[in-house]
């Protein structure tokens, strides 16, 4: 009985060992195992640094110069082309011919015309004999009816002379196509042996002049990099064929605003903000007597901005309704180790360009981890695993 | 022969041999006794000391000596009298409710009863749950929507905001009776356990009925019992001090406002005088108390005898 | 007489079952769902103006969990670090108290039940009083000495205060003062000296009360809140027991943890039942 209860005693004692051992067991597993377990589970997070500094603004464009002085020079009569005299890229002088045309069946018509005059001179001729006669047979009646007949032929004549005047004139218009200025054929779209169809056959440009670039650019930036009218511009023409890449100088001629468009937020987070972006048309003048025009030219302009602060990427940067904001990784202590959490930083003031947004520099302590990217939606306080 | 070792009193035999060998013991005692009398010392006694001279000044450091200032502003204090009164009242009224119940408890469970061993550990295991970890349990039965006024509804009773009003004093004597009944009971079986059967059966044959031989015998023999549970007792009242600041925070209803929760304040708000005169108050009482017991039980005994 | 027996029983019984009342439901709790647990408890501390008017609005106190899950356990170890963290720091605390404590209870026990001394009775007293004076009384004089001695902030703060208590002294001192004097004299006659009649006879015999007062030590200091809510200011550094009082909100998490945290306590005192109420009973008995 005695040593039956004690055995029991035993029995019993034993389960509760093992049952407090299992207990501590378990609770220093996951003393030791909890953060990772735990940290499967959470955000996985892309961060960077921000830099400190300006932001650079910059202007990014390109275009083909336009020759401000051009004429486009259309055939004159729709005539056959008879012979191209110039090539394009050619310079030529005012007056200078530059396509002759077909005018054989306008000289026809002229020598048709001519020998129509000559008609007229032999009918002319047999008037005034009539005439003659009249006067001396002494027909009072027949001789004023010469008369009249004399004149009315001498009108005729003048008409027909005028006529073929005019059509000398036209054919010796329109039988070429002559340079208007002195400058640079452009294009030349006349083929031998065929009349041109819609387009001028030759296209002329001066150098006079100069050339012109128009460029749409953002309102904002065009502010921020402080462009007027009258400032000067650099400009870069690509390599094309032998001729290395090389920059030439520019002057803003004229700003002009053009029509906002619609744009929605570069991040494409719901997509329903979206704002009107003020855009501005500049036109840029170029003087340079190399050029020939048609070329493409690009424009980067790159100013820090006056004021400093944190960079970041516009990609962390987050919007909800108007106002903006970032995630930063805060490294708390942890009851077991060190962990992440994700803190919001609003940026009220904030500056961006089309890649990064500047933020004032009392947000941010240097070193701040920044979150780029985010495997989930984050909210502030998330605890988050660094990659 | 049972004998109440509680403070004095060595028996006859052994205060002989003390006296003999007094001197050589003397050395020997203080090299045992130094650990702890040097950390006791150094953290109870001279910061009671302390206690005691920041009690006299006008300022914790660099103060004047102030005579009784402190004490007649503390008494003068209302939340100070608010709280000594509750504390007072409270062990009052808690210890002999205490003390009837557990005794009750145990001379029941003294009888022929099944499973006296499960019973009696059911008593005990509320002493060993940790306060913090049942305090849910409390919110749980003593909130306004709580358990408990849901059966009082049920009985067309009107309900009552147990933690905001003066019924917060029944809450903390169910928690203090339901964490140290069973402490008592123990105490008391024991003490039950101990008292010679042989002495009810003489009783019995000489004709004393139930209630001659619970006063003559059990409550005689339960004497020295009874008052250590009363000294504990008074100790566990104290200490349900906890439950009540995890349960109600630092400025529970006024009615449980207890002593403790006055110098936890005082201290928080950096009263050190009003603290320091309050505790040397509150020992001076529980010391008068004490002694006053000792003093009682050994008269007691000596008419025994 | 079997069926007054089997009354009584069933009597005690009740009240037994309503005192464990508080133990069961946490556990039966910490089983529950989180939404079974919100539906149920969600009036708690919603005294409103529909409840002002004795709307039905209470809690549905429920014994048994519709659905067992372990659901809240995992939560609480996983997503609570801070939990498991203090549960160590309660051991941290606890641990060193309990081995200072009786280790330098027991030779001062020694001291005040075995041997004689000039003024041993008052300082006895002294001992008395100090365990029966509440932890305020001497906060003030305590945190300037912690202050001075560069404990505060540190768990020395806490524990060496615990380790110089007096219940030890006390408690060793009952199960000491039993000792018949004829052992000691008997060693005494052998050439003993007092450390080794300390070391060979005194400690074996009271090791069942030295193994009460452990689990009446690891009672109470598994317990305190004060001393570590003053003299710890690093929240990492408390111990479960404030936590605890602190956890607010997800009431499955919190049923998990106070369950967690009584259950060392549980199996300790289903381990050490015996010696436990031993220790108590002759704490206020014997002598």
Redesign the interface.
Known sequence: MEISKEQVDFK??RW??A??IA?FG??LF??LF??T??SVALPKVRTGTATSGGLAYTLEGSGVLRPIKQAELPNPAGWQVRQVLVKEGEAVKAGQRLVLYDSSSAERELEDEIAQLDKMYIALEAAQDQYIASTVGGDELGSREAKRELAARQIDLSVQRRKIEGLRERLKRQRELTAPFDGIVVEMNAVEGLASAGQPDAVISSRDFGYQLDLVADGELVDRLELAAGQPIELRIAAAGKQPERSLKGIIDEMTDEDSRRAGSPEGDGGETSSAVRQKRLRIHVADSSLRGGEQVSVRLKRPSSEKGWIVPNEAVHREGESKFIFTVDQQ????GNVFVARKVPIEASASNGRETMIPPDRLYAGDLIILESSEPLQDGNRVRLQ | MKKWFFLFAPPDWARRAWTRRKSRDAAAAWLFLAPSAAGFALFYLIPFAMGVMYSFRSGASGGRFAGLANYRELLASDSFRKAASNTFYFSAASVPFMLALSLGLALLLNRQIYFRKWLRASYVLPLVVPVASVLVIWQLIFDWNGALNYALSRFGIDRVDWMKTEAARYVVLAVYLWKNVGYNVILFLAGLQQIPRDYYETAQIEGAGRFRQFYGITLVYLTSTTFFVVIMSILNSFKVFRETYLLAGDYPHDSIYMLQHYMNNMFASLDIQKLTAAAVLMVGVIMAIVLGLFGLERRYRQFME | MAVRKGLLTAGLGMIGLLLLLPIAITFTHSLMTEQELTIDYGPIGQRTEATETGADTFVNLKWLPDKVTLEQYGKLLVYTPNYLLMFWNSAGLVVPIIVGQTAVAALAAYAFAKLKFRGRDSLFLAYLLAMLMPFQVTLVPNYIMADKLGLLHRPGAVILPGVFAAFGVFMLRQFMLHIPYAYIEAAKMDGAGHLRIFLTIILPMVKSGMAALVVLLFVDYWNMVEQPLIFLDDPFKQPLSVFLSRLTGEWGTVFAASMLYMSPMLLLFLYAETYFIQGVQWSGIKG
């Not at chain 1, 202590?333 to 077991?336: E, I, N, T, Y």
């Open positions: 019993r004692k509760i060992a049952a407090s207990l378990l609770l996951f003393t909890s953060n377990l735990q202590r942890g009851a077991l």
